[in-house]
């Protein structure tokens, strides 16, 4: 059975074993799931270390050559193997059959002095039943990770808090969780910064929000509040200040598409005159914060929304490689689009300004 990463450091702690798999699409926990078993490694004289990353050219020998070979440097070695996520809809497997059968030869007979770390965020739960998943369970570990959901999320951020050195009260995490949605990386950076602008120590929901809205530093939160209020000049500064300082990109896109998302529902289901009731519940939107939606739904029309989404998409896949260009534009180009002033329309069909 597959482990979550909370029991990881535990087992760690017992011993290495041979090979690990970390499954998953939420990025902050497999990154620091990834991070803890590099680290064992390195305490255990593994400090050898190759990536190989899967993809329309690998070839599955390559594995089978990094496996076997002589270290010139060290006598432990870790191979780090990074498969990619198939596409949508894909009925083919992840690795195929001859990366099943690279993995599994592997695993059959594994080496004391190489420990294979396989990432394979994509692998979906199907995915998990396949052969050469069963064939590394049984000689190593599984880790998966899942986006934590209600009272799970809500435990995992007041972990986070009191690892930051605070006693948060009920109501603070929940004030934390419904501000960061379920991403954990933006989860991550709410903590860091009230960890800068608060001793340690109790807190509340009053001292939480004082301390996000008196934080001198900019967050992918500033960056939307600015947009989605029509703040042009606010959104250039905080986008220059995030850029400068090296914020991650799929989180800067996050922040903003989460807005657009909300605003096309919102638009389309007004031109179906349909209620707004409900959607805005189902998407969090608190009394105090409805005026600023509401007036931002005025500003903008369905057109325009729908062609800020396409942007969000092409940002995504030029983040992810798969489009050309540099994201920044595309985000800037995003965070003006919500921020356009009410004539700004763009007619069906029409793309966003650089986008």
């Not at 900019?218 to 509040?225: K, S, T």
């Amino acid at each position: 059975m597959p482990i979550a990463p909370a029991q990881l450091d535990q087992r760690l702690a017992q011993g290495l074993a041979p090979v690990y798999l970390l499954v998953g699409n939420e990025p902050l926990q497999l990154g620091e799931a990834a991070a803890a078993v590099r680290a064992a490694a390195r305490q255990h004289g593994f400090s050898e270390r190759e990536v190989l990353e899967t993809g329309p050219e690998f070839a599955w020998s390559s594995l089978a050559g990094a496996l076997g070979a002589l270290s010139l440097f060290a006598e432990r070695r870790m191979i780090e193997l990074r498969i990619a996520a198939t596409k949508a809809g894909s009925k083919t497997d992840a690795v195929g059959r001859e990366g099943s059968e690279a993995i599994r030869r592997y695993v059959e007979q594994p080496s004391k002095d190489v420990l294979l770390l396989i990432l394979a965020p994509g692998l979906d739960w199907k995915a998990l039943k396949a052969k050469w998943v069963q064939a590394v369970e049984r000689v190593g570990l599984v880790v998966q990770v899942r986006e934590p959901q209600g009272r799970q999320l809500d435990q995992w951020l007041a972990g986070r808090l009191r690892g930051a050195g605070f006693v948060p009260s009920a109501e603070a995490v929940s004030l934390l969780a419904e501000r960061v949605e379920g991403n954990l990386l933006a989860a991550d950076q709410e903590i860091a910064k009230l960890a800068l602008a608060l001793e340690p120590g109790p807190l509340d929901a009053e001292g939480l929000l004082a301390a996000v809205a008196d934080s001198a530093r900019y967050g992918v939160f500033d960056l939307a509040d600015a947009a989605l209020a029509g703040d042009r000049a606010r959104v250039a500064r905080v986008l220059e200040v995030l850029r400068a300082e090296g914020t991650a990109e799929p989180l800067v896109l996050w922040a903003l598409a989460r807005e657009v998302r909300k605003l096309a529902a919102l638009a389309f289901a007004r031109a179906k005159r349909q209620p707004l009731g409900p959607l805005l519940k189902a998407h969090q939107v608190w009394d105090a914060r409805r005026p600023v939606v509401m007036a931002a739904l005025e500003r903008l029309s369905l057109a325009h929304l729908w062609a800020l989404l396409t942007c969000c998409a092409e940002a995504d896949l030029t983040i992810k490689g798969r489009a050309r260009g540099e994201p920044w534009p595309l985000l800037g180009a995003i965070a003006e689009g919500l921020a356009a002033p009410a004539h700004a329309r763009i007619l069906a069909g029409e793309r966003v300004k650089h986008c």
